[in-house]
């Protein structure tokens, strides 16, 4: 006995953003770190509060686009699949116009087949998330399925 279709999906990367994270946390340390130490230096250059300022800015700037991996999310309903990637806003497809969902086996994410051989890469499904992502393909193929007005 199988379990009931979901009636909507949501993904967002796991592993990747829980390690994103982590060196995000790192890197800002490090810059915090060569801010504070940087007028003690032995070479006789001079060193301002401006500087030191400019190289913990510089690591705010890194942090966030490290961060920029745990943006990826993935909606999908009755309508069709909204989509959002590493930058920028959500994309809506409708299922009227996927032909397939799948997961290339040497592939990391997982992507959308249209019309045309055109594919929108699901970069919220990945394959380091293992059983999440099969859980999560299983319930975008039954969606899939379910919406696509028997062309699937």
């Given amino acids: 006995m199988s379990a009931p279709a979901a009636t909507e999906v949501t993904a967002r990367p796991y592993k990747s953003a829980r390690i994103s994270i982590v060196v995000a946390a790192v890197v800002l340390v490090a810059f915090l770190i060569c801010a504070?130490?940087?007028?003690?230096?032995?070479d006789g250059v001079t060193f301002t509060g401006?500087?030191?300022?400019?190289?913990?800015?510089?690591g705010v700037l890194v942090a966030i686009?490290?961060?920029c991996f745990t943006r990826p999310r993935l909606r999908a309903g009755a309508s069709g699949v909204d989509t959002r990637s590493f930058f920028g806003g959500y994309r809506h497809v409708d299922w009227g116009l996927v032909t397939a969902?799948?997961?290339?086996p040497k592939g990391r994410f997982a992507r959308l087949v249209?019309?045309?051989d055109e594919l929108v890469?699901?970069?919220?499904?990945q394959r380091g998330d293992?059983?999440?992502s099969v859980v999560i393909m299983r319930q975008l193929r039954a969606l899939h399925a379910a919406h696509s007005d028997g062309r699937g």
């Avoid at 969902?101 to 290339?104: A, G, L, T, Y």
């Avoid at 890469?121 to 499904?125: R, S």
């Fill in 121 to 125: 890469t699901l970069y919220a499904v």
């Fill in 50 to 58: 401006a500087d030191q300022v400019g190289i913990f800015g510089c």
């Fill in 36 to 42: 504070v130490l940087l007028p003690r230096t032995t």
């Fill in 65 to 67: 686009g490290i961060l």
């Fill in 101 to 104: 969902v799948e997961f290339p």
């Fill in 130 to 132: 293992a059983e999440r």
């Fill in 114 to 116: 249209l019309p045309g």
